[in-house]
């Protein structure tokens, strides 16, 4: 819900915050470990052409960034085939390649990163094929028979990286990935992001810091909730909260309301009575031990690498 364009936009202030250190922690691993991911991911596949499908791009900087590398590896791989061909002449099918798949649910995310790509297209190459749409449609896309027969062409690495996945709840995560293997084929490679647990100190001023963008980016709810339901909610009728609840490892982000709220929708009434509040997200914080258990029960699979 608080993803229209508006919300998107935000987002994208959000994570150029000095307090929001999500961003530069995936930097830094993305810097230290990118060819050993690559290196993973490509012994996995089994074609010689890989579909990145990116889930939530936002800009897409980063990723862009990273295919880069994977472009250097790509040609690095089919330098050698040429070498070791005794006709020394390229033979189409045995060339690696990729097309890159960008999705998210804002048009405006969208053309922001096609912007962006524009400066990385001819460097490194880049075949952009962006999605529009939200995740369950993504999968629906690629889990239809047509798309199913074209599967057997090419193997696709899902990128979700970030924390998205914290964003739900962890009964909601494991439905998400049941669903998002659904339209998974063998060999194909899921890349997910975390964020680990750590101390309040740190976390609590990335859901709530100093200059109130990610206050601005709950406020968007109310005109979200405005345009949707027809209701007239005004943002000083609110505090922002935001706060670590240690029980659940989950940071809490809630819209306080200072007085009686009665809301009404297709004729049935709700009230929200004085500082009770609109919880609006959460974000979950993870350890390693759930998430390797997590996985291995939805995928039977103990092939699961990680970086930290």
């Known amino acids: 819900m608080f993803y229209d364009d508006i919300g998107s936009q935000i987002f994208s202030e959000i994570m150029h915050l000095p307090e929001y250190y999500l961003c530069r922690a995936e930097e830094s691993l993305l810097k230290l470990h990118s060819i050993d991911i690559i290196v993973a991911i490509m012994s996995e596949i089994s074609h010689k052409l890989v579909k990145f499908v990116e889930l939530g791009c936002g800009d897409g900087l980063k990723s862009l960034q990273w295919l880069e590398k994977v472009r250097l590896y790509f040609d690095m791989k089919n330098n050698q085939i040429e070498e070791f061909e005794e006709t020394k002449v390229k033979i189409e099918n045995s060339l690696y390649s990729y097309n890159y798949i960008p999705t998210d649910i804002s048009s405006k995310a969208i053309e922001l ?48 990286l970030g924390s998205s996945l914290g964003n739900y709840t962890v009964d909601q995560s494991k439905d998400f990935l049941m669903n998002l293997s659904k339209s998974m084929i063998d060999r194909d490679v899921l890349w997910l992001g975390f964020d680990l647990v750590k101390t309040p100190k740190r976390l609590v001023p990335a859901y709530d810091d100093s200059q109130r963008v990610t206050e601005r980016f709950n406020f968007n709810l109310i005109k979200r909730l405005n345009e949707l339901f027809d209701w007239n909610l005004t943002e000083d009728l609110f505090e922002h909260l935001a706060f670590y609840n240690p029980k659940t490892a989950c940071m809490e982000s809630w819209l306080i309301n200072k007085e009686k709220v009665i809301l009404t929708y297709d004729k049935e009434s709700v009230e929200i009575k004085e500082w009770e509040g609109i919880h609006t997200e959460i974000s979950m914080k993870y350890r390693v031990d759930d998430i390797d258990g997590m996985l291995r029960d939805i995928s039977g699979c103990d092939d699961i690498g990680s970086y930290e």
């Open 113 to 160: 990163l096609l912007a962006n790509s524009k400066k990385w297209s001819e460097e490194i190459r880049l075949n952009t094929k962006p999605l529009l749409g939200s995740h369950e449609q993504i999968f629906d896309h690629f889990s239809n028979d047509k798309n199913r027969l074209l599967e057997i062409t090419y193997n696709k690495v899902y990128l979700f």
